[in-house]
């Protein structure tokens, strides 16, 4: 038996698809895990580093949710024994990457979504504490007395030495208690000009990077040298210059630098802040309130667990207006980046080479196609199906296009059919569809039919997977090379105004004056 390295079921050694998360599996060394991780269609091609720093518009707060033991290698299905026709879950990390080059992206992971002011809150549930991080499910550990052994003695973390004062390498720790962390929230450690940023407001900063990091990159986090169980000023990033936590205190630093400087261009061009967002804000302290008390907590708990005894809701709430704020400047700027058909030829003739070292040439293709998946009954229980169960399948799938093509309701009547009858936990809420599909990421067979020469709108059938019977739908297709051309002109667009705005609102950093309160695990 070998184990799924997206969800930690156990597989038999043969098996290509993980009979849990239904997500295609080759094995693979860890370290060749590390350097091949899926990339996604355009991979922000070709601008790579450049890219990544495309998304550091303002960081969101993390999303409402309920408190989770663990962030997730891979979003589980509403059925966890539904398999899904796609490969393993796409990530923004690039194959190679190293936490320097996705810094920026990881920070900004939601960037663009709405602003959804809520913390994630770490290591509850159902108002207990719980581990912050549990051990995959695996064999059920005896009760028994067991002969005790020695502990392995190991060397402690240490500490750094300090480094220069200039840049944030300054202190080798900037972890302080809570009472010191405390005492020192109102001193100004940056400056922009007449704004100001304390200890205080940094906590939220800091925080909101290290919770962004670790709920997009949690599983892979071992790549990059990055023990999430251990104190983040004990490790080095893998370039070795500076610790986890002074990498994730530059991070907070620049961010406050975006955010801030985006806020104040908003004002003086008296942007406004959406409804929505208003109305958000309005109701902030309440939703606080309402969820700490949903935990057996009061406000200042759940910041303290959140954000560091040093945060409070004065602090958070000037992290998610200024967020607001800056995100009405970033996106009437991107609003104003329409790119005409003579500006996306260019723009790909310059970097057409890149583009070919990805297979995205003016041939490439990305499909729209939606689809309703079967699977066959299995009788045994085991996950194996005979070939009557296979054939019980195909007659149902055919019958149910045989159905549709009678009818004559197009894709619309497709969509509820496949709302109606798929097993498909990815597509199975939204009609079945997939958008900008590209080459190669999907299985074989459904790959193979959706890129097939002759495809045109609206043509449907039949397709078998190793996951059952595809009742397809062709929606259309578009070039490739247009659509990543479009977005990586954007992102140089938006690269350029936002290293724009931070040289009009010049940063200064006093390092030496800076500490950090630690989140709360134990009450």
């Given amino acids: 038996m070998k184990t799924c390295k997206f969800c930690q079921a156990e597989m038999a050694d043969d098996a290509r698809f993980c009979p849990a998360c239904g997500k295609r599996w080759e094995e693979e060394t860890e370290a060749a895990q590390a350097e091949d991780i899926p990339a996604a269609a355009c991979e922000d091609a070709p601008m790579g580093e450049e890219a990544a ?32 026709e796609e490969k393993p879950a796409e990530t923004e990390i690039k194959p190679g990457a190293t936490p320097g080059k996705i810094a920026l992206a990881a920070a900004a992971v939601v960037v663009l979504l709405a602003v959804l002011i809520a913390l994630i809150v770490t290591g509850l549930k159902d108002g207990k504490e719980t581990p912050a991080v549990t051990e995959p499910v695996g064999e059920s ?20 030495a300090d480094g220069n004062p200039d840049d944030v390498t300054c202190k080798g720790t900037y972890t302080v208690t809570d009472d010191q962390a405390i005492a020192a929230r109102d001193t100004v450690v940056a400056r922009m000009g007449d704004m100001e940023l304390t200890n205080g407001d940094l906590q939220t900063y800091y925080w909101m990077e290290v919770h962004a990091f670790l709920a997009q990159y949690y599983a892979y986090a071992s790549y990059f040298g990055l023990d999430a169980a251990q104190p983040l000023d004990t490790q080095l990033t893998m370039e070795q210059d500076m610790t986890w936590q002074q990498f994730f205190l530059n991070a907070a630093l620049n961010n406050w630098q975006q955010i801030r400087a ?18 958000q804000l309005e109701g902030l302290k309440q939703t606080l309130e309402d969820t700490a008390k949903g935990y057996e907590l009061t406000l200042e708990e759940l910041l303290a ?14 992290y998610q207006r200024d967020y607001c704020q800056g995100m009405a400047y970033y996106t009437a700027q991107v609003e104003k980046l329409v790119p005409t058909d003579q500006d996306l030829e260019a723009f790909f003739a310059q970097h057409e080479s890149e583009y070919a070292q990805q297979n995205i040439t003016k041939d490439s293709l990305l499909v729209d196609v939606r689809h309703i998946l079967l699977q066959p009954e ?39 059919l496949a709302n109606e009858h798929s097993v498909d936990a990815g597509s199975n809420t939204n009609g079945g569809l997939y958008e900008n599909v590209y080459p190669g990421q999907m299985v074989e067979e459904f790959d193979a039919w959706c890129f097939d020469e002759s495809r045109g709108p609206g043509d ?39 290293e724009d705005v931070a040289a009009r609102h010049p940063m200064e950093v006093e390092y030496g004056k800076i500490v950090l309160g630690d989140t709360v695990q134990d009450d």
């Fill in 53 to 84: 720093q495309a998304s550091a518009a303002p960081t969101e707060a993390a999303p409402a949710q309920e408190p989770a033991e663990a962030p997730s290698d891979a979003e589980a299905p509403a059925d966890a024994g539904t398999p899904t």
């Fill in 141 to 160: 550990v005896s009760t028994e007395a067991t002969e005790t052994t020695e502990p392995v003695q190991t060397e402690p973390p240490t500490v750094p």
């Fill in 262 to 279: 985006m806020a104040y261009e908003a004002e003086q061009e008296g942007l406004p802040i959406s409804q929505e967002d208003q109305t």
């Fill in 305 to 318: 667990r959140n954000m560091g005894a040093a945060a409070t809701f004065d602090h958070y709430y000037a």
């Fill in 378 to 416: 299995s009788a045994a229980g085991d996950g194996t199906h005979t070939n009557e169960e296979w054939a019980a399948c195909e007659k149902s799938a055919q019958a149910i296009l045989d159905g549709w093509r009678k009818d004559g309701k197009g894709e619309s009547g497709f969509a509820e």
């Fill in 460 to 498: 449907s059938g039949l397709v078998k997977t190793d996951f059952g019977y595809h009742i397809m739908y062709f929606v259309g297709s578009r070039p490739q090379w247009k659509v990543c051309a479009q977005s990586d002109w954007v992102n140089e667009k938006i690269n350029a105004m936002l």
